[in-house]
């Protein structure tokens, strides 16, 4: 039988057990307390696998568009045009020679800042799916492209210099990818950047590994805070993003030395965004000696060590 004695405990005479009721209530919250913490610490666990998970997705999709048929690994070419004509063609008799296309392919000629193409007297050219005898490849309204087989060609710009790009998806870069190379996922990498808009938009120019100028617009700065150290970077405009063109202490040692790229999204009402190092990446110059690559910016050129995002690729056209 269970007698209350005045509220401060019950006893069981039967048994002879009492219970302090004050204790129990304190036993109960501190039982309570430790699920609501243990809920508490699960929670924090789960999202941090649910980030790192995110973070591996995106490189493994990085990875696989690397190794696409239209990725930077299959660019198998870079001629810059001099004013006048120049033949190409897989024969070594041509100005630009080109494997996996016919030997004599045709003509290009650059003249008053126009890029035209003329097709051989024993054939024709594709030129955006197309055949035709001549075309005009620059200016036009989109990109204009030659196709030969596995191999197309279209005009690049290098600064102010006019060049002929050529894609073959048999090149050896991309037969001999190896894999990409990563720091392990740190959230510490991810912050918070508050971006503050210059009074006017700004022309930033910037050498590229060749030597030339390139420009784009900035329309301000994001200030934040990694590993204690604030500092100030400047991206430049990409669409509804900022892209930032960044170096740090790790470069030339543990990543690339000439640049990484990592894009940010537009900021928010308030001017705040979130600027996750652990999604930095190699430009393409990284992996293939036939593309071009803009240096950073001053601002961007870090003195901290920022280990984190994609290390530097050391496989078969590796430019360290």
Known sequence: MWHTLGGVGTVDRGHGLWFDTGM????????VSVLVASIGVTALVGAANDYEAEISAWRAEREMNLKADD??????????????????GSSQRNDFVVPHIPAEAGVFALRDGRVTVRAPASG???????????????????????????????VH???????IRV????????????????FPVDEAYRVRGKFTPHAEPVTVKTLNILGDIET????????LTVAGQEMRMLPVNSGRRLWFIMRDGTSGED??????????????????TTVDFNRAYNPPCAFNPHTTCPLPPPDNRLDIRIEAGEKAYRGPGAHQ
């Open 157 to 163: 710009l290098s600064g102010e210099r006019l060049a």
């Open 255 to 272: 990543t690339y030395s000439a640049a990484r790229f990592l894009y940010a999204d537009a900021p928010d009402a308030e001017g705040w």
């Open 216 to 223: 784009y617009t900035s329309t301000g700065y994001v200030t």
């Open 71 to 88: 990725s930077w690994l299959t660019v198998s070419g870079l001629f810059f045009l001099r004013d006048g004509e120049t033949s190409f």
């Open 24 to 31: 129990s209530m304190k036993i109960r919250r501190l039982a």
């Open 124 to 154: 024709r050219l594709t030129v955006d799916g197309e055949a035709v005898d001549a075309a005009q490849l620059y200016p036009a309204e989109t990109r204009a492209t030659v196709t030969l087989g596995p191999v197309s060609l279209w």
């Open 167 to 182: 894609r073959d998806t048999d090149t050896e870069i991309r037969k001999n990818f190896t894999s990409l190379d990563w």
